[in-house]
């Protein structure tokens, strides 16, 4: 299967290839496809977090209608609790997605993908990363919406070039919104659920207030706080124009290529931790080998390098 295979093969031709990684993810096949798509990137990649309950299924359908709407395709990776039984995603997120966007259903513009979290804490799936890499090569956008997340549930910030934390108004989030962890990630604070008024401008008046006080690890991007009504599409058009001027922000002076290539150092850092643990990357060190990853250089192919070594001299 190649880029222009998926290309060609539509929706059908994607959830095969999508099956085929999550089936068998260092298939030959699947890891030339995956080494192809890192060198094709083309989608701004948006990643919406945020505590269960806050309406990020709903805020990422009118995402989807709206940029359908400018012409743009757009591929979602919703990553679902796991069913206790079959390991398998409930799929919840991805049936709220579809159901109030319709046009996700039957668009050929639009693909969604269900991920189980399984037992993984980070508000984000096994395969999420390679998933996003390849829809990242297909799509003009493409949405990352996690597991209801909590305070060092941070993940996202691994694999979005946006990462946009929802709070909900009178649920105390933007208070928790200040701990650790979660405050250093986001590049976007939406209130959701603005058209319940008072609640809501208190809400973002309170993360704005707390944004003065926080070190962000935002960089040279201003944190923004924003109010949005999923349901009656107040403020939908600020947040659009927000996530245009951050994509622009990180087009200029090489950020998006930097800020793409420290993920990639940190994939293969993770996928080193899961396999071999923390005593096998010490002992790529006594070997001589170490984590970073080089100028354009390709993390699965790295990754592939690095287990090999590990392999041959366990």
């Known amino acids: 299967m190649t880029l222009q295979a998926l290309r060609d093969g539509g929706k059908r031709a994607l959830a095969a290839a999508l099956a085929a990684l999550e089936r068998d993810p260092d298939n030959a096949a699947t890891q030339a496809l995956l080494d192809a798509a890192w060198r094709q990137p083309r989608a701004h990649v948006v990643g919406i977090t945020g505590p269960p309950g806050v309406g990020k299924s709903s805020l990422c359908a009118a995402l989807v209608a709206a940029w359908r709407t400018e012409g743009k395709s757009v591929g979602v990776i919703a990553i679902d609790p796991s069913s206790k039984t079959s390991g398998g995603a409930l799929l919840g997120d991805r049936v709220r997605i579809v159901h109030d966007s319709p046009q996700a259903g039957g668009d050929d513009g639009v693909f ?3 991920m189980a979290a399984r037992d993984r804490l980070g508000g984000l799936a096994g395969q999420t990363v390679a998933a996003m890499v390849l829809m ?14 909590g305070q060092s549930e941070t993940d996202v910030a691994g694999a979005a070039d946006t990462v946009v934390f929802c709070v909900q108004p009178g649920s105390g989030d933007s208070l928790q919104f200040m701990k650790a962890g979660i405050v250093e990630i986001p590049h976007l604070i939406v209130v959701t659920k603005s ?37 009656n599409g107040a403020g939908l058009d600020g947040l659009l124009e927000a996530l245009e001027a951050h994509r622009r922000h990180l087009a200029a002076e090489g950020r ?9 150092e940190g994939w293969i ?22 984590l970073a990853l080089a100028p354009g250089g390709q993390p699965f192919e790295r990754l592939r390098v690095l287990s090999r070594a590990l392999e041959e001299t366990s």
């Open 112 to 114: 969604v993908r269900s």
């Open 136 to 149: 990242r090569a297909l799509f003009d956008r493409v949405l990352i919406e996690t597991v209801g997340v």
């Open 195 to 231: 058209d319940l008024g008072g609640a809501a401008e208190r809400a973002r008046a309170d993360v704005a207030g707390a944004l003065s006080l926080a070190v962000t690890g935002g960089g040279d991007w201003q944190l923004k706080a924003l109010a949005v009504s999923s349901r």
């Open 256 to 264: 998006l290529a930097i800020a793409r290539h420290r993920q990639g």
């Open 269 to 290: 850092a993770e996928a080193l931790r899961e396999q071999f643990g923390r005593n096998g990357i010490a002992r790529l060190g006594r070997l001589g080998f170490d």
